[in-house]
Structures are given as C-alpha cells and as structure tokens.
Nanobody, 122 residues
Framework: QVHLVESGGGFAQPGGSLKLSCTASGNFFSINSMGWFRQAPGKERELVASISNGGSTNYGDSVKGRFTISRDSANTVSLQMNSLKPEDTAVYYC?????????????????WGQGTQVTVSS
C-alpha cells in the first residue's frame, strides 16, 4: 500500500502563484508515475500534470506554460502553479500509479491523496 499526503494549496489572487507538494509513504518503491488531478464543482476530474520516474511529463492543455511538475525524489512530487486564473479553482489531488508508463487517465492511477483546495479569486 501507498499513502499520499498533499501540502500547499490555499488562496491566491489571479496572476499569483502557489506550490503543491505530495509525499508518498509505504511501498512507494512500486510507484512509476506520480501526478496531479483536479476537480471543480460539477466537473469531471481532469489531469493537471504527471511525471514518470524517468522524467517524462504530461500536462493538461489548460495549464501548459503556467504549471510545472517536478519529481523531487522517488516519493515526492511538486506542482508549481504560476499565472493562476479563477478557472484553476478546484480540489487538487495527488495520484500515483504502478503502471510502467505515464498515463493521463485518472482510472489508471492506483493511489490517491485526500485532496487540497486551491482557490483563485480577486
């Protein structure tokens, strides 16, 4: 089993920045890719960004050029969010998968954190 704990998030004004971090504990050596998904009220959960052990990345179209995902160690992943927009407001979830590639589909992720709220508003 793998346990994911998110930190960061909170409130930011449009154009501002926030950083999310996620740490995995337990049998994290089984993890290949880690990533961030988000879900806004009334919307489906969507990929924000993901990164494999080898460093390959995926980004959702709406965050390309603004957000950067990094794999700080085998069990930690961070998401630097710049130029935030009100439409970035959502609950952000850290996720991890044992599959041997870097998937973009949420159902291919085995482990999930509890989520952290990000609110962007003036």
């Amino acid at each position: 089993q793998v346990h994911l704990v998110e930190s960061g998030g909170g409130f930011a004004q449009p154009g501002g920045s926030l950083k999310l971090s996620c740490t995995a504990s337990g049998n994290f050596f089984s993890i290949n890719s880690m990533g961030w998904f988000r879900q806004a009220p009334g919307k489906e959960r969507e990929l924000v960004a993901s990164i494999s052990n080898g460093g390959s990345t995926n980004y959702g179209d709406s965050v390309k050029g603004r957000f950067t995902i990094s794999r700080d160690s085998a069990n930690t992943v961070s998401l630097q969010m710049n130029s935030l927009k009100p439409e970035d407001t959502a609950v952000y979830y850290c996720a991890a998968t044992t599959v041997d590639y870097n998937p973009i589909e949420s159902y291919k992720y085995d482990y999930w954190g509890q989520g952290t709220q990000v609110t962007v508003s003036s």
